[in-house]
C-alpha cells in the first residue's frame, strides 16, 4: 500500500504546484485579440485580375464601348467620370453610390444588363476586391 501512495501523492504535488503557471499562460493566450488585418486593394489588382479579363475585351469596354476600361486609360474613364445614368462611375469613398459597382452587383439603380453582359456573373472575390478598393478611395498606383 506504502508504494502505491508515493506515486500518487507526488504526481499531484506535481499537478497542484504546476496549475498557476498554465492557468495563467492559458488566460494569455487567449484573451489577447489578434491584431487587425488590413488588407489594401490597389488599382493595378482590380485592372488585372476585374477589368482586363471580365470587362476590357474586344467589342465591350476595349475602347467601342464607353467607359474604356483597357490598361493605361481605365483609370481616367472611370474615377469621377459621371455614368449616362447621372451617377459616377466610381465615386471614391462609396462603393454603393458608383455606378460601375452598382452595375457588377445588380444594385439598386441599376439600368440595363448586369456586367458583365453576357457572361457569368464576378465572382464573390472579384466583387469584394472592387468594392474595398473604392471603399478605401479609389487609389491610383
Known sequence: ????????????????????????STEMVFDQEPPPV???VAFSFVQ???????????????GAEFP???AGRSYASIVGELSSQGL???EPGDPDNSYLFIKITGGA????????????????????????WIADGALND
Open 48 to 62: 488585372e485580375n476585374v477589368l482586363d479579363i471580365s470587362c476590357a475585351l474586344s467589342g465591350c469596354h476595349a
Open 1 to 24: 500500500m506504502k508504494s502505491l501512495l508515493m506515486p500518487i501523492f507526488a504526481a499531484a504535488f506535481a499537478l497542484t504546484a504546476c496549475s498557476d503557471r498554465i492557468t495563467t
Open 88 to 90: 459616377k462611375l466610381v
Open 68 to 70: 474604356d476600361l483597357s
Open 38 to 40: 488590413e488588407e489594401v
Open 109 to 132: 439603380g441599376m439600368s440595363g444588363q448586369l456586367m458583365p453582359y453576357g457572361g457569368a456573373r464576378l465572382p464573390d472575390a472579384s466583387i469584394d476586391a472592387v468594392r474595398k
